[in-house]
């Protein structure tokens, strides 16, 4: 058992339990946004292709925890744990997605790496928790693979995870890859194990793994911390595009106002709104929704964290806002151990280089296609510092892992900074 267990004494049957139910508006659509930051891109980050789902919206379950759906810190780790935290002004936390692909033993490596930092790190520095960016298992989210999946993979792992649903995660049983399971409903997985009831209760007895389920409120959720608020939504099924209805949006604008202007603001969504892969691509309803919200509310974040496509990018947008220019951060984190990774488009037969100014206010400022890894913040009064870390995939070696992109935001100055 790692030090860092023993020293904060992490264990879910300590927990504070969060209120019960709450109810959902219905659902409208919205059209898409022909203003986007990718128009004119020399690398494409969104498909200008329209593909119909091969699944319909997938409905969403009822809430277990009362609107506005928010989660605390002090929820997830002891009273002396959130003081230490406060005490430093310093959060850190690890994240990354797409990680629970049994096909592989990717994913086992990406948990090791996990581990390896956690353990490392020095006193004050450890990570609060891991932040998942949805797929947390392949390839329809079922119940009877979260033993393996994703208790085994993180029996190691010494800290608590918390997620957003990906699109995997809510996808029904494909009659192409065999029976279907009658009794199956959209999410069961998911909401057994990261909205559970009882968060004392054990997520698998099959395994070695201590973890339990996680009591998160709803499918889409607010992290609420010392530092940062994380503001997570639910892009349900599709493939290429984020499909979010207005019951959502309006609940995300609502939360946008609500946050607290003096600490970090964070939103997390598995369908990026930028990727310049040539196999998922960014969702333009992603981008519509966000930058929409944005200007509708006059608030503006700093940072936007997604998985869904299967390897690293980080975009900087620049935003015109009231004063001047806000730099929001764009990140994809996708490689987390799905075991076939994604490849950039080419630009005149080459990959590209980054940085790259792909519009006057888009740019790629790094990117790994080779590597597995996952990324770590540290959160302050002044700053978001990201680091993120990947390592060639080996079966049988450890993880030979290296810094490949350190960033900082400037949260007064809302500007980004590569070093």
């Not at 086992?108 to 956690?118: K, Q």
């Not at 993120?388 to 992109?405: F, L, R």
């Amino acid at each position: 058992m790692s030090r860092h267990v023993l020293a904060h004494g992490r264990h879910a049957a300590t927990r504070r339990h969060p209120a019960k139910h709450g109810h959902h508006a219905p659902h409208k659509t919205i059209e898409t946004n022909p203003k986007s930051h990718a128009t004119g891109s020399k690398l494409p980050v969104q498909s200008h292709t329209f593909v119909d789902p091969h699944f319909p919206f997938q409905p969403l379950p009822t809430p277990t925890g009362p609107a506005p759906y928010r989660f605390d810190l002090s929820q997830l780790l002891h009273a002396d744990e959130v003081a230490k935290i406060t005490a430093a002004a310093k959060l850190v936390f690890h994240t990354v997605g797409d990680t629970g692909d049994e096909r592989g033993k990717e994913m086992d490596f990406v948990a090791t790496m996990l581990t390896d930092d956690y353990d490392n790190s020095p006193d004050g520095a450890v990570p609060a928790f891991f932040y998942h960016l949805g797929d947390v298992v392949y390839f329809a989210g079922d119940i009877d693979t979260y033993g393996e999946t994703f208790y085994e993979t993180y029996a190691d792992y010494p800290g608590l995870i918390v997620a957003i649903a990906g699109n995997h995660d809510c996808q029904p049983d494909d009659p192409q890859d065999g029976p279907v399971d009658p009794n199956k409903k959209p999410l069961d997985g998911w909401v057994q194990n990261f909205m559970s009831t009882d968060p004392t209760q054990l997520g698998s007895l099959k395994t070695n793994s201590n973890r339990t389920q996680m009591d998160l409120p709803n499918l889409y959720w607010t992290f609420t911390t010392p530092l940062a608020t994380i503001i997570g939504l639910f892009s349900n099924v599709g493939e290429t595009e984020a499909e979010i209805h207005q019951d959502q949006i309006d609940w995300f604008r609502a939360e946008l106002t609500a946050a607290d202007p003096a600490k970090a603001l964070i939103v997390t969504i598995h369908h990026p709104p930028f990727s310049g892969d040539s196999e998922h691509s960014g969702s333009t309803v992603a981008e519509q929704i966000l930058f929409d919200s944005f200007a509708a509310t006059n608030v503006y974040l700093h940072l936007i964290l997604s998985g869904h496509v299967h390897n690293y990018q980080r975009f900087t947008v620049q935003q015109t806002v009231p004063n001047g220019t806000a730099a929001i951060a764009c990140v994809v984190a996708g490689n987390g151990g799905y075991s076939k990774l994604s490849h950039l488009e080419t630009v005149n037969g080459d990959y590209p280089t980054a940085p790259l100014k792909l519009t006057d206010t888009l740019q790629l400022e790094q990117y790994d296609q080779q590597n597995y890894g996952f990324l770590r913040f540290e959160v302050t009064k002044q700053s978001i510092t990201g680091t993120y870390a990947s390592a060639p995939y080996a079966e049988t070696q450890p993880p030979q892992t290296s810094v490949v992109d350190h960033f900082t935001i400037d949260l007064a100055s809302r500007t980004v900074t590569t070093g």
